[in-house]
């Protein structure tokens, strides 16, 4: 059994949450589903949580080789609104994103939508969440091409949250910006003032005019459903006129220290679910509590909780972490190792392909699973699979077959 020294930066181990979503959704989930209609995508989110390292989705065996200790470990379901389940792909993401990473300043801007633009959003998720991502983009991009400002390429990575504090419904897109980009003509590095990028009125008065000048041309498109209780044919034109002439709310949060806290951040951010299960406080037997903004506690029935909890179920193959200018894909290998250049930096060289899932785990938990809990010996290893993975995952989804016939 190899026994190297494991990664730095694994803290004390960490204590598993006493209080779980899975738990709500499994004592609570039937009740729900008997009185509410959630849609196919949000009935296989529950059962993946409700599943979620039980042995209904089946797992492998653990035995120590020093004194003969045996341990069950089962499998998680990895979707990704399970609050149990990101931690491992969040490390692996970060390790990833360092090696893009320019070793400049960064500013973190927050874009929302209008809570007026919302029930048009819960209607049409896939077509406002893009217009969202890309006028957010797109703003920020244009502000920084532009030869009164930078005259630069920025470098872009963002992701999409759909929540609030209280799981209330709240589109908003967090945006981390290089301060500053790569000169128009690639020449040299165009760095920003580092207390703030631009300002804040002209990014919302920008961010305004594209995503309302977006949501026209979807309509136009019939890319949009308008939602059931309108019932004026009038009622689009006049939102639009009428979030025209309103303020919009872009926020920036103070810039960073130094870019090597960028990443570590942002994941924070990245594979964040609605709800982490350590601000659960309390589940009795008719309400969850749990903590929100400010350190308030929240109180909510359980079919309230489970329904605001759904609700921030994303479309299937939506991807919620999105990369431009610089950061973008397309950009990897080119834009990005020349603004590496003009900045002076060499690529980082980390050594974290080597990295097992057990080591990750390790550097995340504090806690080694080679190490026997009873002995303490690094003898553990894995010696039989226990029950196969499809046939529970086919009998744990098994509710749903009779909404594809239906």
Request: hydrophobic share 40%; proline share 7%.
């Amino acid at each position: 059994m190899p026994t190297e020294p494991h990664p730095p930066g694994c803290g004390a181990p960490r204590s598993r949450p006493t209080l779980e979503v899975a738990t709500i959704f499994r004592e609570h989930g039937d009740a729900y589903r008997r009185s509410h209609t959630p849609s196919r995508d949000q009935l296989r989110a529950m059962r993946a949580i409700e599943c979620c390292r039980t042995v209904a989705l089946g797992g492998h065996l653990d035995a120590c080789r020093s004194c003969g200790m045996t341990r069950p470990s089962y499998n998680s379901c990895r979707n990704r609104h399970c609050p149990k389940c990101q931690s491992l792909a969040q490390a692996k993401w970060i390790d990833e994103r360092r090696r893009r990473i320019l070793p400049t300043h960064y500013f973190h801007v927050v874009f929302t939508l209008p809570s007026e633009l919302r029930a048009l959003a819960r209607f049409n998720p896939v077509p406002v969440y893009r217009l969202l991502f890309h006028a957010a983009a797109e703003t920020l991009l244009e502000l920084g091409r532009d030869a009164k400002r930078l005259g630069a390429t920025l470098g872009i990575t963002s992701v999409l949250h759909t929540w609030s504090r209280t799981l209330a419904y709240h589109p908003h897109v967090h945006c981390i910006v290089t301060g500053g980009g790569l000169s128009l003509d690639r020449e040299r590095w165009v760095a920003s003032g580092r207390r703030y990028l631009f300002p804040l009125r002209v990014m919302a008065a920008l961010f305004r005019a594209k995503m309302l000048c977006g949501l026209r041309r979807a309509r136009r498109r019939g890319d949009l459903r308008l939602p059931a209780n309108v019932a004026a044919p009038t009622w689009f034109d006049a939102l639009v006129e009428r979030l025209f002439a309103t303020d919009w709310i872009v926020y920036a949060k103070p810039p960073f220290g130094g870019p090597e806290h960028v990443y570590a951040y942002l994941g924070r951010y990245t594979h964040r679910v609605g709800l982490d299960n350590r601000r659960l406080r309390a589940i009795d037997d008719g309400h969850v509590h749990f903590v929100g903004r400010h350190r308030k506690l929240v109180t909510l029935t359980h079919d309230a909780f489970i329904g605001r909890f759904l609700q921030h179920v994303l479309p299937p193959d939506f991807v919620r972490l999105r990369h431009y200018g610089l950061l973008a894909a397309s950009h990897a290998t080119t834009l990005l190792e020349v603004a590496r250049e003009r900045l002076g930096a060499h690529k980082p060289d980390l050594a974290t392909d080597e990295l097992t899932w057990r080591d990750r785990f390790f550097r995340i938990t504090g806690v080694d699973l080679r190490i026997c809990p009873r002995c303490a010996t690094p003898t553990m290893i894995r010696i039989a699979e226990l029950i196969p993975r499809s046939s529970v995952w086919a009998a744990c989804i098994q509710p749903l077959d009779s909404l594809d016939s239906s």
